[in-house]
């Protein structure tokens, strides 16, 4: 069989299989999140001032992003797993994640002093952020990695990056829920960092695993 009639059965087994795929994903990405929460529960716990803390724009404010950044990266994971759709265009819903960080930083700046924005950004746990973050990623990204396996991923590098990036958001999120650094400027630097630790992970595996 010639490479362009394989590439066209691949794109046709695709095209059927089109209705289940975010299904499917969804679905296993869910027992990717179940080994995230049991890390999480077991490792870490929620702040004890949560339930007042909930409250705060800035502690709100880390929910918002790491939700804006999974979704606007999780409709590319589920086009990544199709031979047929090219995911750079898609890419451009990340403005959606870099507007709320933005806004975030921008509220935090003319709503605290000036002498507050280094230790803000500083943190007390930078490290535990840094390590925290990927370790609760690692669920899901082993879920989405093999689920991208399973299809014919043509762009292996930027779709485990994607991968890793989802995963990166969820993990974000988690954390946020432990995480007694509420600054946005520490969001912008250490939250940042993590899930880009994440991201260079996921395209590292993914330019072995998913090529093909």
């Known amino acids: 069989m010639k490479t362009g009639d394989f590439i066209n059965a691949l794109v046709e087994d695709q095209g059927m299989r089109q209705p289940t795929i975010g299904l499917g994903l ?7 999140l179940a080994v995230s929460l049991v890390i999480f529960f077991t490792s870490l716990g929620v702040r004890a001032d949560f339930a007042s803390a909930v409250f705060d724009p800035h502690v709100v404010f880390k ?3 790491a939700v804006s950044l ?8 589920v086009q990544a797993v199709r031979p047929e759709r090219l995911i750079v265009p898609l890419l451009r ?3 959606v994640p870099l507007l709320v960080l933005g806004g975030g930083v ?3 700046l003319t709503t605290s002093p000036a002498d507050y924005w280094l230790s803000g ?12 973050i990927p370790v609760l990623a ?3 990204l082993a879920v989405l990695l093999l689920m991208l396996r399973s299809g014919a991923p043509t762009q ?11 995963s990166g958001g969820l993990a974000a999120f988690l954390y946020a829920l432990h995480c007694p650094d509420d600054s946005a400027l520490f969001v912008a630097l250490w939250y940042l960092l993590a899930i880009g630790i994440v991201t260079v992970a996921g395209a590292v595996i993914g330019a072995r695993y998913l090529r093909w």
Request: with cysteine.
């Open 121 to 132: 950004m500083v943190g007390r746990y930078p490290g535990a952020c840094l390590v925290n």
């Open 156 to 166: 292996p590098v930027l779709s485990g990056a994607v991968a890793g990036a989802v």
């Open 63 to 65: 929910f918002m992003f």
């Open 93 to 95: 819903w990340l403005v």
């Open 106 to 108: 921008v509220f935090q």
């Open 138 to 140: 690692i669920g899901p």
């Open 70 to 77: 999974f979704g606007s990266l999780w409709p590319l994971a």
């Open 26 to 32: 969804s679905m296993r990405m869910a027992a990717g």
